[in-house]
DNA sequence: GAGTTTGAAACT
DNA sequence: CAGTTTCAAACTC
């Protein structure tokens, strides 16, 4: 009847009464015992009165409705989040996934930063120099966080450093948290993977070109599977362009921002720190500027799933890219990536030659050769947009330069003027090769590069410090290759955004 | 920073 | 399922 007059009654015109005045002024600072009552606590309390419910009762109250009478106080905040496995509890609903918490696929495309103030609320990053932890810190006032409305507990992660009140997504209410996890699955099983499979926005006035909408905000365009209204949230759309500008503009000035107040400056090779949040490769956050790249295939913009989604709006792509496979490296490990790796290569050859006693200068042998033509120059083509828009992004964005001369050396080390040694050589167009010749003799890839890196070796005789440069040269790759791996399964599986997963790949070699 | 708008999540 | 309420973030001023 009256349910909540009290709030009710003071809210008559104000949609959005917020308790908040209650409660700023009796929570003045977020954890303290918050006392307002936002009809949670009312209920709590009535239910406070007949307390005798026990356990279990209590417990599936917290399930399925509001919240639990308990504790109202909340413990400093925990540090760290998690995404506990809360599989637990799984009422075995239909929809139940047959074994495990399978890893869902999951979107991958650089969302758009949420950057509010110039003080953006994720200090986390850069936590301890190596990866860095975002984390956005929520400021929920009346869902405890432990309602999908809190984006921690959305994401599965505990507050941390948050403004929240009253928050019980901590450590220290494990129990609480579990049982609100379990309630919020019963209702939505795919929740607590991040963006998931979204069904889709069903936005009626901003045209989903707003970050209101969550598409939008993710940086995808909208799909079949959403309802949205007058929706301007498709490739091609002028005044999404615009509006990707707009927001990409301010993307970069935060960055900018970010990277001083980082590094102090801006220097040529002062590493950018543009990873911040990954947000536990779940949510999306941040929006890096996409170069005003519509195409859907540019490197830059993976697709929002391993599978390219139909646009709602343009139904001739439905059946083409209905099923194209993308590589979960894709938009992650660039050319400049594979660039830069092979001039560390080189470099690491050069500097064992140099190490090394004694050097042959022999470079005519085995280094044969139908590797030597075809410069690197296909590269280039090919892929040029990328270097563009790997601006931000990557260390140092000398990669042009370097392309140049490296591919144009042609067995020489510029740098040095003087050959290089067949493996660094090899290593230097081996890839490049490997794709020729998959192309025309696919079986043999595997042996005819093995063959010809033996050879050289083997051309070379007994000259150790060959063997031992290419010993080198050959762990590093190897290092690099496993680390790859590494990289592709967790983007796989978990989701990285690209941003994160690129400096995971600089650190690589790096 | 306060106030408004918005659409998802929660609830009935 | 639809209609309503609640919620916290996005946005505006
Ligand atoms: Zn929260
Ligand atoms: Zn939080
Ligand atoms: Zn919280
Ligand atoms: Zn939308
Ligand atoms: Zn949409
Ligand atoms: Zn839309």
């Not at 921002?257 to 949040?277: C, L």
Request: hydrophobic share 30%.
């Amino acid at each position: 009847m009256e349910h909540r007059e009290g709030v009710g009654a003071a809210a008559p015109v104000m949609m959005q009464l917020d308790i908040a005045v209650n409660f700023t002024a009796a929570a003045g600072n977020a954890n303290a015992k918050g006392n307002s009552q936002p009809k949670w606590l009312e209920e709590a309390n009535s239910k406070h009165a007949r307390a005798v419910l026990g356990p279990q009762s209590a417990s599936r109250q917290l399930a399925r409705t509001k919240f639990p009478p308990r504790k109202m106080v909340m413990p400093p905040k925990s540090p760290h989040r998690e995404l506990p496995r809360m599989a637990e509890r799984s009422q075995s609903p239909p929809v139940a996934p047959v074994g495990e918490p399978v890893p869902v696929p999951k979107p991958a495309l650089q969302p758009l930063m949420k950057m509010e103030s110039p003080k953006s609320r994720e200090h986390n990053w850069e936590q301890n120099g190596g990866t860095p932890k975002k984390q956005k810190q929520c400021r929920c006032k009346n869902s405890r966080c432990l309602k999908l409305y809190c984006e921690c507990f959305a994401n599965g992660a505990y507050c941390d450093g948050c403004n929240c009140v009253n928050c019980y997504n901590t450590k220290e209410n494990e129990a609480d948290r579990k049982e609100a996890m379990g309630a919020v699955l019963e209702r939505k099983p795919n929740a607590f993977y991040g963006a998931e499979q979204s069904r889709g926005c069903n936005c009626k006035r901003t045209g989903c070109l707003k970050k209101y909408c969550e598409c939008f905000q993710a940086n995808i365009p909208c799909s079949y599977k959403c309802k949205c209204i007058d929706c301007k949230n498709f490739e091609g759309c002028e005044e999404r362009k615009a509006r990707l500008y707009h927001y990409s503009a301010d993307s970069m000035a935060f960055i900018q921002q970010a990277n001083v107040a980082i590094n102090g400056a801006i220097g040529p090779s002062s590493k950018k720190i543009i990873a911040f949040d990954e947000t536990s490769r779940r949510k999306y956050t941040k929006w890096l500027p996409e170069s005003h790249q519509e195409p859907c295939f540019t490197s830059g913009t993976p697709s929002s799933q391993s599978f390219v989604q139909p646009s709602k709006h343009d139904p001739t792509k439905l059946g083409l890219s209905k099923s194209a496979y993308r590589s979960p490296l894709s938009g992650i490990l660039q050319l400049q990536h594979v660039n830069d790796f092979c001039k560390l290569l080189v470099e690491v050859s050069t500097e064992a030659a140099k190490t090394l006693p004694e050097e042959r200068k022999m470079i005519d042998g085995g280094i044969d050769v139908n590797r030597a033509d075809t410069s690197c120059r296909h590269y280039e083509d090919s892929n040029d947009h990328q270097s563009q828009q790997s601006a931000v992004e990557l260390p140092e964005n000398r990669g042009n330069e370097d392309r140049t001369s490296l591919c144009e050396s042609d067995g020489y080390d510029i740098q040095n003027g003087r050959p290089l040694s067949p493996g660094t050589l090899a290593l230097m167009c081996d890839e490049r090769d490997a794709t020729f010749m998959a192309a025309n003799a696919p079986s043999t890839v595997t042996e005819s590069n093995t063959t010809t890196i033996s050879k050289s070796a083997s051309a070379l005789g007994p000259d150790q410090s060959y063997i031992e440069q290419e010993r080198l040269v050959l762990t590093r790759l190897r290092c690099f290759l496993n680390g790859l791996i590494t990289c592709g399964s967790i983007e796989g599986n978990e989701f990285n955004h690209k941003v994160s997963s690129t400096s995971g790949i600089l650190m690589l070699w790096s």
